[in-house]
């Protein structure tokens, strides 16, 4: 029996202002709980089952899992309001938690709040439970259900895509993945909706995918429910070839950019998911390509590194415990670090110049402004809105990319000078899809 058959959880009555409150929420949010997810399902329509697309079912992937993203900001919202209205069932720590943030002291003994570490697993686990609490009900997302397994799927994929490693590279995502991940976000929701029944408005229709207990029901997952996946793992970028990499990522970024800014149905669009998605692959494919040239170096010329700039191209971190004992652990670093620093110590190593990239020129700003945006696309915060990403933002976005990329190729040409051919074909590129915009506009 499918998870979808089973009945609703009993409620006798229904506290109405719990639901006026969800209501409210809803009529406020209701983007926030849809878009990513609307789109997601959109994207995957473009991918034929049997021609796998790589840039459309990356895309797919992410639009998916910043659906789950944001969904879970819109569940938090609805949870501190339910705490407000029921607040002898709830301590400060709970409400800390769905806002996604913790008191610390600074150097000078102030109280601060700053933003918390919250894994996306723990999210999707402890933001739900603080609903169900409000009504008296639990909720638990057993690691064994469908959900769970396809969810964690689909998160690692994401992560591999938005920041590939040398060990932790997508490289052939098609249809079913996209699918299986579309899947996972909603046999998701539609646990914590079956959860918390009747206090989430709006969610019945969302969720039009998956059927009620009639004797037409349809199977929860029903895009990949009883089918045999192709089987391709997450795998590493030496199994796919440093130059199959580099390749691979900026075509995947040039025909998503190609595709929103020059496709006939986005003629007198704004921005949409197609713009959305093609501003994520463009800076996923930027860390991509750091990536896979920092490994490349470090493997063709192992002298030429210290343990330290080993240490730090591979985002890995050394210390000493309590006990004496030494241990690793991974390092990821913030990307403005990234694009300053991987280029300056591939310069030193590699070059043997001081280089150190200079952001402060305009393009330099757009990138940064670039992955600000990126970031609000993926990372949705409470009562911020879903970004249209509009065409001049991402054409801005795309030519700080390009900008950055010519810098690193003609100031260390033996880290990046690889890179001049694919600039001079994307110059060309660019200036065509510039005048098919221009003439759209």
Sequence with gaps: MSPSALAEPAEAKPDDDLIQIAFEEHQKNVELALVH??????????IPDLRDNRAL????????????????????????????????????????FARGVELTIDENGRLIERRMHQKLVERMQIVPALLASAIDRHFVLSPRSAAAKKMKLAIARRDAIIHPTWDRYVAAPGWWEAA????????????????????LIGYTHMLWTIK???????????????????????????????????????????????????????????????????LVLLFAMLEAQLTVVAQWKMRDMPRAFTETDTLFLNEA?????????????????????????????????????????????????????????RSQVMHSSPGATVPKVSKDELLSCSDAVLSYFRELATRIPNAFGHMLPLLDDANSLAKSLQ???????
């Excluded at 299986?180 to 206090?199: K, N």
Aim: charged letters at 25%; glycine letters at 10%.
């Design 57 to 96: 079912s990356k895309s797919t992937i992410l639009l998916a899992t910043a659906a789950l993203e944001s969904n879970l900001t819109y569940l938090a919202g609805i949870a501190l309001r339910f705490m407000d209205a029921r607040p002898g069932k709830f301590a400060k720590p709970h409400a800390d």
């Design 317 to 373: 971190a050394v210390g000493v415990g309590h006990d004496g004992e030494v241990w690793l652990d991974s390092e990821q670093h913030p990307f403005k670090k990234r694009v300053k620093a991987i280029p300056a110590v591939l310069a030193r190593c590699v070059d043997q110049a001081d280089f150190v990239v200079d952001l402060g020129k305009g393009w330099g700003q757009a990138l940064l402004n670039g992955h600000a945006l």
């Design 435 to 441: 005048a098919q915009f221009t003439r759209l506009r």
């Design 212 to 278: 009620g207990p009639t004797k037409d029901d349809m199977g929860i997952g029903h895009r990949t429910f009883g089918k045999r996946g192709p089987g391709r793992e997450i795998s590493t970028m030496a199994e796919k070839g440093v130059s199959e990499v580099i390749s691979g990522e900026w075509l995947d970024s040039v025909f998503m950019t190609q595709i929103a800014l020059g496709h006939p149905c986005e003629a007198d669009s704004p921005g949409s998911m197609l713009t959305r998605a093609a």
């Design 37 to 46: 997810l609307r789109d997601a399902r959109n994207m995957l329509v473009s």
């Design 180 to 199: 299986e991940a579309i899947d996972a976000v909603e046999l998701y929701l539609h646990s914590v909706r079956r959860s918390v029944h009747p206090y």
